[in-house]
T-cell receptor, first 109, second 113 residues
């Protein structure tokens, strides 16, 4: 399984873009990268996933480097409700998500 | 549509007691997963069901833990002779198929006194 490295915490001003990095240097060629977030006292919420190409949905954008060793989740206009722990999860199609400890994002008013 | 639901939302029990935690997956999802999350940690995999059968129970910590999914929909996680170390949030997730995105429920917070 690919190992991931995420900064333990980040702050972002409300209304600004939040850029959350993830290093997954051991990811293999067929492994997707999934991003989830967990708001306090709630279950993990799916955000986005990608394989090689950049992806965008209504919640966020995902930028994956060409070598696929790292990715960045972008919340374009962070709000206070985006305060959460964000997890980057490389998955090989395995059903065993390995969450790690994630990045605690705090959006500041 | 309705998401994954879990009951109860909170459970307080005494050491040595038996508990059951229930998960209702999203309708039509054939795969169901249980995870456990200790304070300050990310969720950890416990068991995965494809249909009615437990395809992988390698994450269950010991034989006090058992899970069933008799009709391929609702699942129950059962813990016998609870210990204080079993205190955690127990999360359930479901997906359309085994290789699909997992959607999580709100969790059951178990406290063993």
């Amino acid at each position: 399984d690919a190992k991931t490295t995420q900064p333990p915490s980040m702050d972002c001003a409300e209304g600004r873009a939040a850029n959350l990095p993830c290093n997954h240097s051991t990811i293999s060629g067929n492994e997707y990268v999934y991003w989830y977030r967990q708001i306090h006292s709630q279950g993990p919420q799916y955000i986005i996933h990608g394989l090689k190409n950049n992806e965008t949905n209504e919640m966020a954008s995902l930028i994956i480097t060409e070598d696929r060793k790292s990715s960045t989740l972008i919340l374009p206009h962070a709000t206070l409700r985006d305060t959460a722990v964000y997890y980057c999860i490389p998955g090989s199609g395995t059903y065993k998500y390995i969450f790690g400890t994630g990045t605690r994002l705090k959006v500041l008013a | 549509g309705a998401g994954v639901s879990q009951t109860p939302s909170n459970k307080v029990t005494e050491k040595g007691k038996y508990v059951e935690l229930r998960c209702d997956p999203i309708s039509g999802h054939t795969a169901l997963y249980w995870y456990r999350q200790s304070l300050g940690q990310g969720p950890e995999f416990l068991i995965y069901f494809q249909g009615t059968g437990a395809a992988d129970d390698s994450g269950l910590p010991n034989d006090r833990f058992f899970a069933v999914r008799p009709e391929g929909s609702v699942s129950t996680l059962k813990i016998q002779r609870t210990e204080r170390g079993d205190s955690a949030v127990y999360l359930c997730a479901s997906s359309l198929g085994v290789w699909e995105t997992q959607y999580f429920g709100p969790g059951t917070r178990l406290l063993v006194l």
